[in-house]
Nanobody
């Protein structure tokens, strides 16, 4: 049973860093991929980053490449999103999600966490 819960959101200032965590109460298999998405008010949910659980290969949206890092701790069933050089445009609800095959489209992810709010003030 997959149950995802995000944590680590908050209010930060522009230029600050923040680390989000996503813990799966169930089990993540090597064939799975864990992703981070975000949704700002009035906007569609957008892809942020993705990691293959088995190999650790990472994928990023162009808007966060070089600033965000996705990682995972298999023993803890936890996926992380390290965010640095945050700016107000990064303000959104951040969601983690699981997919069983490679995709950057939200529709292809079958399990989602409730989300955690990240607010970046200027």
């Amino acid at each position: 049973q997959v149950q995802l819960v995000e944590s680590g959101g908050g209010l930060v200032q522009a230029g600050d860093s923040l680390r989000l965590s996503c813990t799966n109460a169930g089990r993540t298999y090597s064939s799975h991929l864990m992703g981070w998405f975000r949704q700002a008010p009035g906007k569609e949910r957008e892809f942020v980053a993705l990691i293959r659980w088995g190999t650790g290969r990472e994928y990023y949206a162009d808007s966060v490449k070089g600033r965000f890092t996705i990682s995972r701790d298999k023993a803890k069933e936890t996926t992380y999103l390290e965010m640095s050089e945050l700016n107000p445009e990064d303000t959104a609800i951040y969601y983690c999600a699981r997919a069983t095959s490679y995709s950057t489209y939200a529709r292809d992810f079958d399990h989602w966490g409730p989300g955690t709010q990240v607010t970046v003030s200027s």
